[in-house]
């Protein structure tokens, strides 16, 4: 069974390892690269060795240890070294992070502290990524205070790092820490109790979080870019297969109310593609099939229902609904059809946002809600499949 995989990160000063002791102190196996990254070229170790037959004698010590400062003198400004030593360090570190994550127990919660988690390009092997944020002046005064660095080279340290815009688009998580220490440590706990502790045993039983009241929120603008981090982590669940994977639904649509519900659409070959070892790959991944038989309602009513499969997020702070549904059959491009035309035609958006808002105050199950927008998809799908002829559209 997997373990829920959270991966930390943040920039230096920012007040990452303070969130880590908290998380351990809660319950989490945090597991630190910075320690195994000197682990890994610890005297005697292959990686040392390595790095030796990389850039010489050199790097070492008068005690045959590593000079880190002679070490980073050579990489900090030469992106080739720099690049030939994260191809000896980084495979040994995620080696060994995955031996350690394999050791925690069935209900483990394991957090990987990972400085350069966003620069490595690691978050979509993560169930959930959380950035601690922390202004720039801010992390200036700590290192000055906490580590004796002078300003110059903790501007340059911090400037050697992604940005705060990085961090952010990566984060499913964002904890600020430009207050106290007791702040953080509330955020810290309300993350583990609220989510992390909730998502964990959804992982385990291969339960979704999924809700059956509709709230109607406002177009939030984020929404492309949290579809964009769920993406790339089931693109990550399913590899090396390649698939296609789109957003859809009210989400996918700029300026429009929504439940705040993710929809994914990935395509398969067939149906019984989706099933078997893809199922399994997505469940671990966060995303369980819910139980039962689903299907689209077909557009004209009358013909035979468009099977699919649905899964849904396990995480209770990022309600995802991915629909399963064979290449170029027509749920499939009915769902590609009706997110591009309500993109384009701003009275058919429109008319669709205002049918939303009334059905959201008298129909508040999703139930309901489904069947109730039906006769307005029935005319909506005419209309589409208008545009589609006119503007020669194609999926």
Do not use: C
């Amino acid at each position: 069974m997997p373990v829920l995989k959270v991966g930390l990160t943040g920039g230096i000063g920012s007040g990452k390892s303070a969130v880590a002791r908290r998380l351990a102190e809660r319950g989490a196996v945090v597991i630190d690269s910075d320690r195994l990254a000197r682990e890994v070229v610890a005297p005697g170790t292959e990686g040392l060795a390595e790095i030796v037959a990389a850039f010489s004698d050199r790097v070492l010590d008068a005690d045959g240890a590593l000079d880190r400062a002679a070490l980073g003198a050579l990489v900090f400004a030469d992106e080739t070294a720099r690049r030939r030593l994260e191809a000896i360090t980084h495979p040994r570190v995620r080696a060994r992070s995955a031996e350690l994550a394999a050791a925690a127990g069935p209900d483990a919660i394991v957090v990987n502290d990972v400085p350069l988690l966003v620069e490595v390009g690691l978050a979509p092997s993560y169930h959930l990524v959380v950035v601690v944020q922390t202004e720039v002046a801010t992390r200036l005064a700590r290192l000055a205070r906490d580590r004796g660095m002078d300003r110059a080279e903790a501007e340059r340290r911090i400037a050697a790092q992604a940005d705060d815009a990085r961090r952010r688009a990566a984060a499913d998580v964002l904890l600020t820490n430009d207050g106290s220490l007791a702040d953080l440590h509330a955020a810290v706990d309300a993350l583990w109790h609220e989510r992390l502790r909730p998502y964990e045993a959804n992982l385990r039983e291969r339960r979704a979080a999924t809700s059956e009241h509709v709230v109607l929120t406002e177009a939030d603008p984020t929404w492309p870019q949290q579809y964009a981090r769920l993406a790339a982590r089931i693109r990550h669940a399913v590899a090396p297969a390649d698939p296609r994977i789109d957003h859809i639904g009210s989400t996918a649509v700029p300026g429009l109310a929504a439940k705040d519900v993710i929809d994914i659409q990935l395509t398969v070959p067939t149906l019984a593609d989706a099933d078997g070892p893809l199922a399994e790959r997505l469940a671990a991944a966060g995303f369980p099939r819910l139980p039962g038989d689903w299907w689209d309602n077909p557009r004209p009513p009358g013909s035979a229902r468009w099977e699919k499969r649905l899964h849904a997020s396990a995480d209770p702070g990022r309600p995802v609904h991915l629909h399963v549904r064979p290449v170029d059959s027509p749920g499939w491009r009915y769902a590609l059809l009706m997110r591009d035309h309500l993109r384009a035609d701003p009275d058919q958006r429109s008319a669709y946002l205002t049918l939303k808002r009334e059905l959201a105050a008298s129909a508040p199950d999703s139930a309901t809600w489904t069947t109730a927008k039906d006769p307005w998809f029935d005319e909506e799908h005419l209309r589409a499949e208008q545009w589609a002829a006119q503007t020669g559209w194609r999926p």
